[in-house]
């Protein structure tokens, strides 16, 4: 799969607010980058510790047939969300990447929870996995489909990203839960996080 170049933008201050600049990269990069950074919805999140990269010429992407029905969002400005309903049972939250006009996202898979954590377990319920996979995420967020569509960066922002400190060990490996492209490696994750929705396979590499 290729893609036309998509200009480099600088790295995030750390703590800083990501910008629209971070999100006009390709969707691969910004994947990567933005394990460690935060997201924080209503004084709930943490520290994001998986993600995956979809992109228009993925076979795998709901792009990858043009910007029709849910897909539509995926073409808009970068830095929004596209929120879907994953198997009619639970959502899924991603920020739009790449140039407006490219359909690219990349889907947030797990966080490390560090703020309301009370609100989280409500939601959640007492001793079950938090944020561990993209369905318990975006339930303990309070992250649904009312936000599709919606700026995750600048003044209209719905939810709070920011910029993360030191980068954190890598790894990467085959995404999950699609039938076709399973051996592309762009899922990204924070090595050896107890947080992650699934561990890596032994051998995977950043």
Known sequence: MKVAAV????????????DRDFFSRDAVEVARDLVGCELIHEGVGGTIVETEAYREDDPASHSSRGPRGRAAVMFGPPGRLYVYRS????????LVCEPEGRGAAVLIRALEPTRGLD???????????????????TQALAIDGTHNGRSAVGPDAVVALAGRGETPP??????IGISVAREVPWRFGHAGSPHLSRPFPPGDAP
């Open 170 to 175: 890598l790894v990467s490996g085959p995404r």
């Open 119 to 137: 609100a989280m377990r409500a939601r959640r319920g007492d001793g079950r996995p938090l944020a561990a996979g993209p369905g318990r995420l």
């Open 87 to 94: 198997y009619g049972m639970h959502w899924c939250v991603n």
């Open 7 to 18: 200009p480099a933008a600088p790295a995030p201050v750390p703590g800083a607010p990501l």
